[in-house]
């Protein structure tokens, strides 16, 4: 726990101060892309609350879903069809669905165990 502490505060600084620009183009494929990545990373929040985190299907679902749906702007705009709408449905209602079930997983583990419910 105190080194992903670290590295995320580690992170944090970097991202802080070296500047890294994009050109305005991008700016679709990387949001639909970190909304991917964020939703791996909760889905990897749970399965580790729910005891059944591997690292592996992590990684790879972390970088495969950024490029599937970095993919999917990409020829969804070279079609001139709104194809990362697929994406942000996609990955945003999985992103809320698991943020929920961490939510409940919290709840149960420390507020309810606490109260003797």
């Not at 909760?42 to 059944?52: K, V």
């Not at 990362?84 to 996609?90: D, G, L, N, P, R």
Request: with cysteine; proline share 3%; hydrophobic share 50%.
């Amino acid at each position: 726990m105190i080194l992903t502490m670290v590295g995320l505060a580690l992170g944090v600084i970097i991202g802080y101060y070296i500047p890294v620009t994009y050109p305005d183009s991008y700016s679709l494929y990387i949001s639909v892309a970190i909304l991917a990545s964020l939703d791996s990373v909760f889905g990897a929040i749970r399965a580790n609350i729910e005891g059944n985190y591997n690292n592996i299907i992590f990684i790879t679902g972390f970088f495969g879903n950024a490029i599937i749906a970095g993919f999917l702007a990409y020829i969804g705009d070279k079609l001139g069809v709104p194809l990362y709408y697929a994406s942000i449905f996609v990955f945003g209602g999985r992103l809320f669905q698991n943020f929920a079930i961490i939510r409940r997983c919290v709840f149960d583990r420390f507020i309810i165990k606490k109260r003797g419910y």
